[in-house]
T-cell receptor, first 119, second 115 residues
Framework: GAGVSQTPSNKVTEKGKYVELRCDPI?????LYWYRQSLGQGPEFLIY????????DSGLPNDRFFAVRPEGSVSTLKIQRTERGDSAVYLC?????????????????FGPGTRLTVL | GQQLNQSPQSMFIQEGEDVSMNCTSS?????WLWYKQDPGEGPVLLIA?????ELTSNGRLTAQFGITRKDSFLNISASIPSDVGIYFC???????????????FGQGTILTVHP
């Protein structure tokens, strides 16, 4: 079946511009996550949705970053007034449940990411 | 943000050799995971560990969850060229019996296998 898809695959923008990154999770997955991966680093958590609501947005670096998931499926990560330091690969993942019971893990399936370059 | 300490950063080995990499943390995680990432792709789960001391195998892969819940290792036996990629450890925490969804990742180990 279809996995997590992300669009665009690459985005080049100029400093100060606004960008939107889209994530289509696996059908039926209630939990959705955004991570940011800088060159040579592991992914870093940004925000996690359970359904339509943000259950944990503690990873968003500042108020220029915002994400929505209005119908509990597709999510959009929005970045205002982009800076060169925002350049990274933005990964989206989804899972069947956001929280597992003790002793289990609800696997997060990752999309291929959007590579954002801010000039 | 916090990342797990993963080592080594990179490894160059001959096909057929065994590989070992490990991950440590200053805090406790209730679930440890090992992922592999190929260029242009997202990470793919290899092994999940749920209990302290647990040893789990998946084909040529073996991983262990440390007794203290602050470390884990991954072994790959008899490496083959398709093992090339970046390997990440990741941890997930529980609080009050509820799992947090977010994962905390290590910095990655770049594996190169020479035929």
């Amino acid at each position: 079946g279809a996995g997590v898809s992300q669009t665009p695959s690459n985005k080049v923008t100029e400093k100060g511009k606004y960008v939107e990154l889209r994530c289509d999770p696996i059908s039926g997955h209630t939990a959705l996550y955004w991570y940011r991966q800088s060159l040579g680093q592991g992914p870093e958590f940004l925000i996690y949705f359970q359904g339509t609501g943000a259950a944990d947005d503690s990873g968003l670096p500042n108020d220029r970053f915002f994400a929505v998931r209005p119908e509990g499926s597709v999510s959009t990560l929005k970045i205002q007034r982009t800076e060169r330091g925002d350049s990274a690969v933005y990964l989206c993942a989804s899972s069947s449940l956001g929280t597992g019971t003790n002793g289990s893990y609800n696997e997060q399936f990752f999309g291929p990411g959007t590579r954002l370059t801010v000039l | 943000g916090q990342q797990l300490n993963q080592s080594p950063q990179s490894m160059f080995i001959q096909e057929g050799e065994d590989v070992s990499m490990n991950c440590t943390s200053s805090s406790i995680f209730n679930t440890w995971l090992w992922y592999k990432q190929d260029p242009g792709e997202g990470p793919v789960l290899l092994i999940a560990l749920y209990k302290a001391g647990e040893l789990t195998s998946n084909g040529r892969l073996t991983a262990q969850f440390g007794i203290t819940r602050k470390d884990s290792f991954l072994n790959i036996s008899a490496s083959i060229p398709s093992d090339v990629g970046i390997y990440f450890c990741a941890g997930q925490k529980n609080a009050g019996g509820t799992s947090y969804g977010k994962l905390t990742f290590g910095q990655g180990t770049i594996l190169t296998v020479h035929p």
